[in-house]
């Protein structure tokens, strides 16, 4: 006696199609991070822009001046660095493996960097950028209550809490990191 077998498709065949369609969507950030080189670049010009600026002045600029100026640099480069952490991280997290294995430029943080390592140094470089903002502010607080003043007292306060609110979530964030190394580590969480 002769068995029929019907082919009939499984319900995990139909399904393989959409598994594979939410994986594959993971490329649509690639146009983000390739915007994101293209705001690096930007960030190239307005570094150069800032640099001829000063070495231009230099005879004629105040100390205040250059050092608001040499702030400024650090601050382009910061967020630079930001962005080469966000394109680099990313791309190597979220879309596909850059495969720098033994290369010798390879970043050191790039080894072990996964979701929440990325979110810790991100706001670890927002501190940063906004640590520049506020000193900035701190060193032109001289010019309060002259007219055509950039700042005032309520607005120097908002920063200074802003930035604090900034160093309350990076610590947040990292707490949150160690609690899951620690969950990870001994398989449940440590009192």
């Given amino acids: 006696m002769q068995e029929h077998t019907e082919h009939k498709t499984s319900p995990n065949s139909k399904l393989r199609f959409f598994p594979a369609l939410i994986f594959s969507s993971r490329w649509l950030q690639l146009p983000l991070y390739l915007g994101l080189i293209v705001a690096q670049c930007v960030y190239v010009f307005l570094f150069c822009k800032e640099l001829v600026h000063l070495i231009a002045g230099a005879n004629s600029l105040t100390e205040q001046t250059i050092m608001l100026s ?3 640099l650090i601050d382009v480069v910061m967020i630079s660095n930001l962005l080469v952490m966000v394109i680099v ?3 190597e997290t979220f879309v596909s493996r ?3 294995q033994g290369h010798p430029d390879q970043p050191e943080w790039l080894g072990h960097v996964n979701a929440t390592v990325l979110k810790v140094k991100l706001a670890m470089a927002i501190i940063g ?3 520049i903002h506020l000193l900035k502010t701190f060193i032109e607080a001289g010019t309060l209550g002259i007219p055509g003043s950039k700042y005032t007292e309520v607005g ?5 809490i802003i930035h604090m609110a900034f160093i309350a979530s990076a610590i947040g964030i990292a707490y949150t990191d160690l609690l899951m190394q620690r969950v990870t580590r001994n398989g449940k969480p440590e009192h």
């Fill in 89 to 91: 991280g990313g791309y």
């Fill in 98 to 100: 850059l495969n720098l």
């Fill in 156 to 160: 120097i306060m908002w920063q200074t």
């Fill in 70 to 72: 040499v702030l400024g």
């Fill in 129 to 131: 950028i906004s640590s």
